[in-house]
């Protein structure tokens, strides 16, 4: 159990590429941490840097308050998952899952090295398993032995490296909700790197967002989500994605391609002076405007639109409704999509519909905003301009309670379960009055 | 694909052709051993029958040709041994700096391990022979064990590069992380991966070193260091009217076995594959 905290974090290669940029993030003791981000943007270099794989070109990183910059990986204690799980073929399950056991020499009787694995093969349903070869293990078992290898230990810390990404869907669920569990019972520091956001929102605490080796914001799942610090966060995180349309703002009013909206005056100020602008609208902030209710209605805009398609999902349905965007916005929103990994971005607008809705694409309908939420972000920097940053503190601030309180009723129901075990639960107690 | 009888036959043909080629001098001098040396000219592939003979085997072994053979098996066994030793040690520690780490000069050790080993080994003999005489290397193993290193050292290098390649690093790195110091994890996590490409390049460089004749003939003078395919040609008739190729026939049969048995022993470690399993496959 542990924080680590990084201080102005770089890595450098030889040829004078920063792969890391300059990253501070304070990560608390059983806090759980995500790095995303789309690929080179340096996630998983900043996550071998932390367990010692990758040495620092200028930077602390500080464990427990002890600089550790030059310390060897083994003398760190922080348990890793490899990507591609890196077990020792030659070795069965049980000593796969021994190996750091039997590495500290003289600290573990064989009774106990039995115990531990024994409990954390228990905890990971590989009893049956454990005389086997990791050859003849399936991806999903694979995946257990190296989490295995992990929890045996007392580490200080777990840190993921895409632990996940070679699994199928369905396994990949599964295998989410055990991690997060486990985290919770455990409570011990995590970081996670994964490209998958599925993954971040889920897992994380907090989620720190990186592009070319620069933090762009650190914070729980949903500021992010509802507060971004700028294009790229808005962009990133969500799916299907945030919409950007390029508007002007004419006597408070935003004049887009897909008509005037009207905004709060409150949101319409944060703007002013400002030629143009480019609204962020989520798009489940769209809705059929025959089927809002009447009390809800004043607090978005109507406009008409024509959809070109729409998807039905069941429990709701995509529309499309596609802009032609002046050349220069063009080239903003491709920049925007080649940041974020993606192809090029087709100027369109996708809504999220009731499943109820009729509308049908080829025909104009009437479509209701709701303009209370939408942002609007500075086309040059990609500054959000309408982020509200006390309500995105609120937000992380009620993760970080809820995580003190999962972590203790955790605890506490693994208490009750093993009265007899003395091993994962038994540090339990010092580390509840974490807030 | 679908092999019809016909190819079938076409492939065994062409086997059995190359397997006779290749085994018929071996069998021929299979053959020979067994024969008395009045029969050695009998003009035919098998010894006269009724006068097959283990007096060859008898004189080599325990006969007049005892001392001869005998201390130069010991002679070969022993330096093939220990210059295979030093060479898969020395290599497995290059061959692994060389797949792992990224130093000045790597590409110049593998060129010069290269050149080394398509270098002719008769133009060096004449040198080493003086040099040898002049600090008193001559006619001793260790004179003998510094060539074969130059010998074997080489290919072991290579072979064991391109194997070390083949391991996945995250093992190292997993170990490390796990608590093991970089010799532990080298030790513990990639030399029992290592194994079968460890085994084979030793098998590899103990036939250098067994089969060499030209400095076994040209550095040692006595029955001190002489190795067994230089011994070959010291062995004599019973009178010099007898020509040895009975003994010497025999003699090669016995220098074969080890090869053979030692193929045989580590088949298993040979054949790779070990490493499936180690990451996603």
């Avoid at chain 1, 143009?276 to 008409?304: C, I, M, Q, Y």
């Avoid at chain 1, 972590?407 to 009265?419: G, L, N, Q, V, W």
């Avoid at chain 2, 084979?200 to 250098?208: S, Y």
């Avoid at chain 2, 070193?209 to 260091?225: K, M, P, Q």
């Amino acid at each position: 159990m542990a924080s680590i905290t990084l201080k102005n974090l770089v890595k450098q290669y030889g040829d004078g590429f920063p792969a890391v940029n300059d990253i501070s993030i304070d990560i608390e003791d059983g806090e759980f941490i995500i790095l995303v981000g789309p690929s080179g943007c340096g996630k998983s270099t900043l996550l071998r840097m932390i367990v010692g794989l990758e040495d620092i070109t200028s930077g602390d990183l500080y464990i427990n308050g002890e600089r550790v910059n030059s310390k060897a990986p083994r003398d760190r204690n922080l348990a890793m998952v490899f990507q591609n799980y890196a077990l020792y073929p030659h070795l069965t399950v049980f000593e796969n899952i021994a190996f750091p056991l039997r590495l500290a020499k003289g600290r573990h009787s064989e009774e106990e090295v039995q115990r531990l694995v024994t409990e954390a093969a228990a905890t990971l349903e590989l009893t049956d398993h454990l005389q086997r070869k990791p050859a003849n293990l399936s991806g999903g078992q694979r995946q257990r032995v190296a989490m295995g290898r992990a929890i045996v230990r007392q580490a200080d810390a777990f840190l993921f490296d895409e632990p996940l990404s070679n699994l199928d869907a369905k396994l990949r669920g599964q295998m989410r909700s055990e991690i997060s569990q486990m985290q919770r019972r455990l409570g011990t520091t995590s970081v996670y790197v994964t490209h998958d956001q599925t993954e971040a929102m889920t897992l994380g605490d907090r989620v720190a967002v990186l592009k070319k080796g620069e933090l762009q914001q650190i914070a729980s799942p949903r500021e992010l989500y509802e507060q971004p610090v700028n294009l790229f966060v808005a962009g990133f995180i969500g799916s299907p994605s945030m919409n950007f349309l390029p508007a002007t703002i004419e006597n408070g009013k935003l004049q887009t391609s897909l008509g005037a909206l009207d905004i709060p005056a409150d949101r319409a100020a944060k703007a002013a002076g400002r030629k143009v602008v480019l609204v962020g609208v989520r798009p489940e902030f769209f809705e059929d405007a025959k089927l809002v209710d009447e009390a809800k209605k004043p607090h978005g805009s109507t406009f008409k639109a024509t959809l070109t398609h729409t998807e039905w999902l069941g429990n709701e349905q995509y529309g499309y409704i596609n802009f032609d965007p002046s050349p220069e916005v063009r080239e903003l929103l491709n920049n925007l999509a080649r940041d974020m990994d993606a192809d090029e971005l087709r100027p369109q607008v996708v809504v999220t519909l009731d499943a109820a809705s009729r509308i049908r694409g080829g025909r104009e309908s009437e479509i209701w905003l709701d303009t209370r939420k939408l942002h609007l972000f500075d086309p040059e920097t990609g500054e959000n301009l309408t982020r509200d940053a006390e309500a995105g503190a609120a937000l992380t601030a009620e993760a970080n309670e809820e995580r003190a309180e999962e972590i203790a009723s955790a605890r506490d129901a693994d208490h009750e379960h093993s009265t007899t075990s003395t091993g994962n639960g038994g540090g339990g107690g010092s580390h509840r009055a974490v807030s | 694909m679908k092999s019809t009888g016909r190819q079938k036959l076409v492939w065994t043909i062409i086997s059995i052709a190359v397997l006779v080629y290749a085994l018929f001098p071996v069998a021929s001098i299979l053959a020979t051993s067994f024969k008395s040396p009045g029969d050695l000219t009998n003009g035919r592939f098998l010894p006269t029958p009724g006068l097959a003979t283990l007096a060859n085997y008898e004189q080599i072994l325990v006969g007049d040709a005892q001392g001869l053979f005998l201390t130069a098996l010991w002679n070969s066994i022993g330096i093939s041994l220990i210059a295979t030793f030093i060479a898969v040690v020395l290599a497995t520690l290059c061959a692994y700096a060389i797949a792992r780490l990224d130093f000045p000069g790597k590409k110049l050790i593998l060129t010069t391990a290269l050149a080394v080993s398509i270098f002719p080994v008769i133009s060096i003999v004449t040198p080493l022979f003086n040099l040898w005489r002049n600090i008193g290397l001559y006619d001793t193993w260790l004179g003998l064990i510094i060539p074969y290193l130059s010998l074997t050292l080489p290919i072991s290098i290579w072979t064991l590069a391109a194997f070390f390649r083949q391991i996945p690093w995250e093992l190292e790195q997993a170990a490390q992380v796990d608590g093991a110091t970089t010799w532990q994890a080298f030790r513990k996590a990639i030399v029992p991966l290592a194994a079968p490409g460890v085994f084979t390049t030793a098998i590899i460089a103990f036939f250098i070193a067994w089969n060499d004749f030209v400095y076994g003939i040209s550095l040692t003078s006595t029955e001190a260091a002489r190795p067994v395919p230089a011994a070959l040609a010291f062995f004599t008739g019973a009178s010099q009217f007898e020509s040895p190729t009975g003994a010497i026939s025999a003699a090669a049969i016995i220098v074969t076995i080890p090869v053979v048995l030692l193929v045989l022993l580590f088949q298993r470690q040979i054949v790779s594959g070990l490493t499936q399993g180690a990451v996603k496959g």
